[in-house]
C-alpha cells in the first residue's frame, strides 16, 4: 500500500542488501495456505523465524476472512474470480520503504514465483506484506471504549482485519492494474473498520469507532 509510507532513517547500505544477506544466513520457510475453492491458494514465504507471523496470517485468510459477512466481504466479490489460482505472499518484518505491502507487476517477481510458474505453466502472481508494519499500523483514531472492552484481544483482532485490509488492497492492485490507488485504499480502510467492528462485536458485544468526530477537511 504505497500510500501507508513511514519516515525512513538514514541508511549507510542499499536498500534491500541486508535484508537478503539475513534471508540468506536464516532461511526462508514455505507455507501454502487454502481458504476455498473460490479464493486463490497463497504460498507463504517467510523468515524461519517468523512461525508465529505465518500461523497469524494464515488464521486471518482461512477462518478470520470466511467468518466475516457477507455485507462485509462484498466488495471484493469479484476480486478473486480476477487473480491467478497461486499467489506467492513474501512476508517481512518491514519494508525498508516504509510501505506495508506491494503487488509486484508481470516481470517484476522473485526467482521463486518465477520458478513455480514455468513449473505448473500457469501465470503465479505475487505480493509482499511487511507484517511488523501491518502491525503497528493505525489506519483511523482507537475506539477506547471498544480497545478497553476488548483488552488484550484488541490488538489480536486488529492485526487480523489489518493484514486482511492490506492483503486485499494488494490482490486488487494485481488483479485491477487499472484501478487508481486511491479508489483501493477507500475499499481497503472500509474494509478495515467494518471489519473490526464485527470481529470486536464478535468477541465483546462492543462495536469499533472514532474516538471523536472527524477533522473536517
Known sequence: MRSMRRAAPK????PGLLERL???VRGRTQRLIRAGDDMPLLLLSFPSNADSAG???????SHALRSLNPETRNPYAALFAALPALVVVILRPRNVCGCLGHHHPRGTESRLTRRLAAD????????DLAYEGIREWRPQPLSRLAAGEAGGQFEA??????????????L????????????IRNRSNAFYAAAMDELLRGETGAGYGMASPAPRP
Open 11 to 14: 541508511r549507510l547500505h542499499p
Open 22 to 24: 539475513l534471508d540468506r
Open 55 to 61: 500461523d497469524e496470517i494464515e488464521a486471518a485468510y
Open 120 to 127: 505448473i505453466g500457469r501465470p503465479v502472481g505475487e505480493i
Open 157 to 170: 483482532l486488529h492485526f487480523q482485519a489489518a493484514v486482511l485490509a492490506v492483503l486485499l488492497h494488494e
Open 172 to 183: 486488487e492492485h494485481l488483479g485491477f492494474p487499472e484501478r487508481s490507488e486511491q479508489e
